[in-house]
């Protein structure tokens, strides 16, 4: 780094006129020379160390409390409108007291940097609402440990027939379609073509929301017989 250029009252970095030498003060873990200054903007005197005039330091800081864009009474930022004007908070910037449209008609003090930027643009309705709905959106599609999910679903990146619940059966060369119903997977047959196995698969989406057990038992009661005894060996050796 290049030597500075020697400092002299008179001077001007930004908006910091040197006024005068004030000799040397400690400054983190070392003595540094400080300068008394007067601010052009707002006439404020204040003490700069050398190495910050016109770098770290254009201004008395008066600059930083002034906010970039006005905020009025009366402006909206999404479901919040400004009812009071705002109030500076050393260090926080300016502060603004809104109201909510939502139902409750809520206010809070809301910082103006995170009204301009849309960070904050209710009282926490929104978050609640999205919420609700997402959590229902879950609850509709699950019945009984099942995920209620349709064809159309992205299949899982393994599979080559695009259709969700139906794969390519190497062994016999036909399409398999399948469906989990309680975390039990339930076989729905082989096809040559993949339009019946696509078209088995969505039958039983269908009758996932009806008795879907006694449908399977009656639509393939072979399969259903096959899975009672190797699910509940128990139970049929006893009848």
């Not at 300016?94 to 449209?101: G, P, T, V």
């Not at 036909?174 to 039990?184: L, S």
Request: glycine share 8%.
């Amino acid at each position: 780094m290049g030597k500075r250029t020697k400092i002299k009252p008179g001077d001007v970095f930004g908006n910091l006129e040197v006024i005068e030498n004030i000799g040397y003060r400690k400054y983190g873990q070392r003595n540094m020379t400080f300068w008394k200054c007067r601010c052009l903007r707002c006439g404020n005197i204040i003490d700069v160390p050398n190495n910050n005039l016109g770098t770290v330091q254009k201004d008395c800081g008066c600059g930083r409390h002034r906010p970039r864009k006005p905020i009025s009474v009366g402006d909206q930022f999404g479901r919040l409108t400004v009812v009071e004007e705002g109030v500076l908070v050393p260090g926080r910037g300016y502060k603004y007291l809104c109201e909510c449209s939502c139902k409750r008609h809520k206010r809070l003090y809301v910082r103006g940097d995170m009204l301009r930027s849309g960070e904050v643009r209710s009282c926490g309705c929104i978050h609640d609402e999205l919420f609700q709905k997402n959590n229902n959106k879950g609850k509709n599609s699950r019945m009984q440990d099942t995920c209620l999910k349709i064809l159309n679903d992205k299949p899982q990146s393994n599979n080559v027939s695009g259709i969700r619940g139906v794969s390519w059966h190497k062994a016999t060369r036909k399409w398999y379609a399948r469906i989990t119903y309680q975390k039990i997977n339930y076989s729905l047959g082989y096809y040559d073509e993949i339009e019946d196995a696509a078209e088995a698969r969505k039958i039983a989406e269908n009758n996932l929301y009806k008795d879907f057990r006694e449908w399977y038992a009656e639509r393939y009661p072979d399969k259903w017989k096959k899975m009672q005894e190797k699910l509940f060996p128990q139970k049929i050796n006893a009848s």
